[in-house]
């Protein structure tokens, strides 16, 4: 979600682009739910890595929390479709258990 929020910035910045094609204001709303977003792919990224380094872990989490619609959507594809199992106990169950109703 904030990689939209940075391509929204870019293009105000290039020229050509009409100032009215693009959100002048971008609501509260949008900004919360942006971070409630970042937030829980950053603890999805933290928990599914909990057997691996600190710093491949820390790198995950950060990956997960800037670019949480790039990494929500690898998490889909890889985690959920594909059945490719997490290598953590927690947010495996959850998301398992949700799934399947």
Known sequence: MLEL???????????????????????????????????????????CNQYETPASRALATIIGFFFSGFYLLYYLIFHIIFDRKCSSRGIENIVRNISKK
Do not use: H, Q, R
């Open 5 to 47: 929020f940075s391509l929204f910035t870019a293009l105000k910045i290039s020229e050509g682009f009409e100032e009215d094609v693009l959100p002048t204001n971008i609501p509260t709303s949008w900004i919360i739910m942006t971070l409630i977003i970042s937030f829980g792919s950053a603890y999805i990224a933290y928990c």
